[in-house]
């Protein structure tokens, strides 16, 4: 009822679905089948090893690509162009032209060399990966009278000494394993 309300509000409304195995890649068709009657667009998302306490095993991750094959079976899609450098779903559109599925695929395909997202957390950190170990405080920044362009600099200067590559790292064997909390940085 809140999705629809959403909508009926004229709120886009994206449905993210992060697909674990066992748990419910037998739901991949019957989500986008619904998705696609209610004109809703969709995100399939590998799952993640976010946060320190979601009990991430690779094992329990579907690639995008045997996701993508599941859709396929039962539906012809065509890629999209992305909307923007560094947008992190691969979008595609149903040939019969009712409404679009995209897929992130953050463990089997890293794009951390092409993000540009970044995050402020609720206690005013701007954490620039969503698999971080920490963030920057903004506050000592904004509560000093800064102005916009001086903090405009600042965040800048922040993104610009990133070297945040954590999903590459764990493709190498190489991340670390404390993370920020999803609840702490959003999704």
């Known amino acids: 009822a809140g999705i629809h309300a959403a909508r009926d509000a004229g709120l886009p409304v994206k449905i993210n679905c992060v697909v674990r195995r066992g748990v419910n890649e037998d739901q991949i068709l019957p989500l986008a089948a619904w998705c696609r009657e209610e004109r809703f667009v969709l995100r399939f998302i590998e799952y993640m090893d976010v946060g320190n306490h979601n009990r991430w095993q690779a094992g329990c991750v579907v690639p995008v690509a045997e996701i993508l094959d599941i859709l396929q079976s039962a539906h012809e899609i065509a890629p999209v162009d992305p909307a923007f450098r560094g947008e992190v779903a691969r979008r595609y559109r ?23 997202r970044a995050r402020l957390t609720a206690d005013g950190k701007l954490v620039t990966c969503l698999f971080a170990s ?17 903090l405009a600099k600042f965040i800048g200067s922040v993104w610009a000494r990133r070297e945040d590559r954590y999903s590459e790292l764990r493709a190498e064997g190489r991340a670390h394993s404390e993370k920020v909390e999803m609840s702490y940085v959003g999704g």
């Open 94 to 116: 149903y040939a019969d032209g009712k409404g679009e599925v995209g897929f992130v695929s953050s463990i089997t395909e890293p794009f951390c060399r092409d993000c540009n």
């Open 134 to 150: 920490g963030g920057t405080d903004l506050r000592p920044v904004l509560r000093s009278g800064t102005s916009d362009d001086e």
